[in-house]
């Protein structure tokens, strides 16, 4: 099947260019090399999109559900054609290969992307959950006009090619100019930080049309050149280059080298559609470019119009793009997403477990616990081999190694692994393999010394160079247990998980984590790239020179859960193969509260404490956020309505609110079911069934089928809703939508016991069912209120989850 889908990268920092990169301070070591990185998020609403939580009933041929015994891709395409109507004319979909069924929900994931005139619909998505012949919830942001006629496209005046910028740069600008002076009061640590340049110059640059050379008159819709040029123009951090590509545009247009993409199986026009460049200014591998259409709003902002667009996917230093450029001059860019986000086996004889000398899970960080000795205490479901082997097949330092009859799998003693490859990257560029690692020998006692002296500043760097083994290993030790566990939580192969080996059980290989410790490129931050499954996420930790001696992020747990978080709501969104679904906005924020939510669950105890994210690293007790994570609204007072505030126009704010919503809700859940010690689920047992143990029971519901094991307790419940929810709802999910999936999550775990339990932990912070939004933009815009109603059946003593006294709640206090 051809590959209809966005492959977008997402970058998810943990504190965005904002925080950290760039500071000021008098305590700063200016020696130290800083490297602000500029990213670039941005793209047009979709007034229509939609989506519905609750079952459909697919009114073709009268039957509601179709038989549980129906393959789920023949109920999908039923239910596509009864929600499209009759097909209209040269429009059609594709069913992506990364649709896939949960093992333990039973609900099969069905990813659809939109064909217009043979071409994809890059932002054109539906999402379709199916279970037992039934569509339980779907998402849908499929173009509703009219086909333009193929034609079209080449007609002077043609409104495929209005400015589709104009409406989201007004709105991102007026957003910005009344929240300017607040930026200077925000993400303040120490001294003050000014509103960062770097957001200020993204809306310029993508707002501006000063670019726009006398070659660009060219209206060859066939030459992608130019607009590829003009995106490199923007998006390169390195002004100078910008200008040489003005004053030499045809020479560097000229020195491009272009190939079309051949698909065995494509038709006549998708060979001529398809193309790589080489010697791209300032890319770092080849740039893959598509035509495709994409949706633009229309004049009334109430639908869209579809408009021809050059997607390029290009993967530079310190970003990894997916951009739209119009087809036709002048170019304009009409969205970006930058995948880096700022944060029966072949089983081989049993090897030696290996031991780190490691901060063990839940120590989130050397100020709260001491390092002791732990095993390599794999998960044999999630990391059946062990985290030290690898087959030599998908090694890629062995790629140039001709291997003579070699066994399948390879041991290392290093960290080097399936799932992870860690080691430094002090050079902050983009080679690994060759990164220095430590190698712990044939006993794998990973067991180094960690004792940072006070130093002078100007030999703060070289001290934290020291424990590079440590540290290493201690990156090492913590992205393979979150591997494990979010495995047990069911992001497995086929969801889209990061393995290098995939055990035959589906999903794209060759994708583990690329686990970078004291990365050169920058300081006081961390950031993870989340490319479409069977493409490496790469994950870049930096040191802290908030204190000497300076503080390795990668000691702080809560930090790189956080980043690794990132890797897994990304893929689960919209499906594996589609990294565009988290970019910006309410979707781009909650991108980033997922992993304060993850990483502040992960750190608690039975007894409740609040928390702060990234204290230790940043040596600040409130740490990087505005508030530490607190049930006391007092002490965190977010809701629904703070995101219109002033300062919660970037992604780490409005992720802070949702994470705070999230918080409530887990510790609601906590309060009915209590609090389970062990996060991870039991280990299987021999023939790979789950034994329930203390840990698991069964869904008490469910017609037919396996009835899934549900976690028995408030926390891993609440954990395994989120991860659920995750994969329900649809791409660039808002909040509403995201709150209606872990709902919906319930329904199909436990038939819906927590109904109201989860409406009225939402509900306490404003995002109860008479929230609202008017004007919503995409970039975070638009006036909320809060809505503090919880919905009818939870008002009386019939609540179907025995909470039926909690009433409507009142304003527990204005904002
Ligand atoms: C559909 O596409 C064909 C060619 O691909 C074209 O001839 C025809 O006019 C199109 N129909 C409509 C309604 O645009
Ligand atoms: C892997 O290590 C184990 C234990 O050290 C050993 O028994 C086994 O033979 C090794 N496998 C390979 C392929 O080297
Ligand atoms: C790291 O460990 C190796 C092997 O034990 C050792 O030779 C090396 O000196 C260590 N590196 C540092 C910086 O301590
Ligand atoms: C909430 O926090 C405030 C401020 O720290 C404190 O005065 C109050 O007692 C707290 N409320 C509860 C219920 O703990």
């Avoid at 200016?30 to 500029?38: H, L, N």
Wanted: net charge negative.
């Amino acid at each position: 099947m051809r590959h209809f889908f966005s492959t977008l990268l997402v970058v998810g920092s943990l504190a965005g260019h904002i925080y950290g990169h760039r500071q000021h301070t008098p305590s700063n070591y200016d020696e130290a090399p800083v490297r602000a990185r500029k990213t670039l998020g941005f793209g047009p609403a979709h007034p229509h999109a939609e989506y519905h939580s609750t079952p459909y009933q697919i009114r073709t041929n009268g039957f509601t559900p179709m038989d549980p015994s129906v393959d789920p891709m023949d109920v999908a395409k039923v239910f596509i054609e009864d929600v499209l109507g009759q097909t209209a004319p040269n429009m059609s979909y594709k069913i992506r290969e990364d649709s896939y069924t949960d093992k333990n929900t039973g609900v099969t994931h069905v990813y659809v992307r939109q064909l217009v005139n043979n071409l994809e619909v890059a932002d054109g998505d539906m999402n379709i959950n199916i279970k037992n012949g039934m569509v339980i919830s779907y998402g849908n942001s499929f173009f509703k006009g009219t086909a333009p006629s193929p034609q079209a496209a080449f007609e002077e005046g043609s409104n495929l090619f209005r400015d589709p910028r104009t409406e989201a740069c007004t709105s991102a600008r007026e957003h910005l100019r009344a929240n300017r002076q607040s930026y200077a009061d925000q993400y303040v640590m120490g001294t003050h930080e000014p509103i960062p340049q770097d957001v200020v110059q993204v809306i310029d640059d993508n707002c501006a049309s000063a670019f726009d050379p006398p070659s660009f008159a060219s209206n060859d819709l066939g030459d992608f050149r130019p607009a590829l040029l003009h995106f490199m123009h923007t998006a390169t951090p390195n002004a100078e280059l910008s200008k040489e590509i003005e004053n030499a545009f045809e020479e560097f247009k000229n020195k491009m080298s272009v190939t079309p993409v051949n698909h065995l199986d494509s038709g006549s026009q998708g060979s001529l559609l398809e193309y790589t460049a080489e010697n791209v200014p300032d890319a770092i591998s080849p740039v893959k470019a598509k035509l495709v259409y994409t949706q633009v709003p229309n004049q009334a902002g109430d639908a869209t119009d579809l408009q021809l667009v050059w997607r390029f996917e290009v993967e530079m230093q310190d970003n990894w793009y997916e951009a739209a450029v119009t087809a036709q001059a002048p170019h304009k860019i009409v969205h970006v997403v930058d995948w880096a986000s700022d944060a029966p086996i072949p089983t081989p004889e049993e090897p030696n477990a290996a031991t780190y000398n490691v901060f063990g899970w839940g120590i989130n960080d050397p100020s709260v616990g001491e390092r002791s000795i732990v095993k390599e205490n794999f998960d044999s479901l999630a990391s059946p081999v062990g985290w030290h082997a690898i087959p030599t097949a998908n090694d890629p330092s062995l790629r140039n190694v001709r291997m003579k009859s070699s066994s399948f799998w390879r041991n290392t003693t290093t960290t080097w692994g399936n799932n992870v490859f860690a080691q430094e990257n002090w050079e902050g560029q983009n080679a690994y393999i060759d990164n220095y690692r430590p190698d712990a020998g044939k006993s794998k006692a990973f067991d180094f010394p960690y004792d940072p002296k006070e130093t002078d500043r100007t030999d703060a760097l070289a001290e934290a160079k020291k424990y590079i083994n440590t540290t290493v290993a201690q990156l090492f030790y913590t992205t393979n247990l979150v591997h494990d566990l979010y495995y047990r939580y069911g992001f497995d192969e086929e969801a889209g998980n990061f393995q290098q080996y995939n055990f035959g059980r589906g999903g794209r290989e060759n994708d583990g984590v690329i686990a970078n410790a004291q990365d050169g490129s920058g300081y006081n931050n961390a950031n993870f790239m989340t490319p479409p499954d069977g493409q490496n996420g790469r994950m870049r930790m930096y040191l802290w020179n908030t204190a000497v001696p300076f503080r390795d992020g990668d000691l702080e747990a809560g930090i790189v859960i956080h980043e690794l978080t990132h890797g897994l709501s990304t893929r689960l969104t919209g499906g594996p193969l589609n990294s565009g679904c988290l970019g910006w906005g309410e979707s781009g924020g909650m991108g980033e509260g997922w992993g304060d939510f993850m990483a502040t669950t992960i750190r608690a105890n039975k007894e409740y404490s609040d928390y702060a994210m990234g204290s230790w690293a940043a040596n600040r007790e409130q740490g990087i956020r505005n508030y530490v994570y607190s049930t006391n609204a007092t002490v965190n007072p977010s809701v629904y309505k703070t995101l219109d505030k002033p300062g919660y126009w970037g992604v780490h704010a409005i992720g802070e609110v949702w994470a705070e919503m999230l918080w409530v809700v887990s510790q609601r859940l906590i309060e009915k079911h209590g609090y389970s010690e062990e996060l991870f689920p039991p280990a299987p047992n021999a023939d790979g069934s789950v034994p329930r143990g203390d840990f698991y029971r069964e869904s008490s519901g469910g017609s037919g089928g396996e009835k899934p094991l549900v976690p028995k307790h408030g926390n891993s419940l609440s954990v395994q809703l989120v991860i659920n929810g995750m994969k329900l709802q649809p791409c660039r999910p808002t909040f509403f939508q995201a709150r209606d999936a872990i709902i919906a999550a319930d329904q199909v775990l436990t038939e819906g016991e927590n109904f109201c339990t989860l409406w009225n932990g939402f509900a306490e912070r404003g995002l109860g069912s008479d929230a609202r939004i008017e004007g919503q933009t995409p970039w975070g815009g638009g006036v909320r209120t809060n809505g503090y109603a919880v919905p009818s059946v939870c008002q009386d003593d019939g609540g179907d989850d025995g909470e039926g006294k909690k009433k409507k709640k009142k304003h527990p206090k204005k904002e």
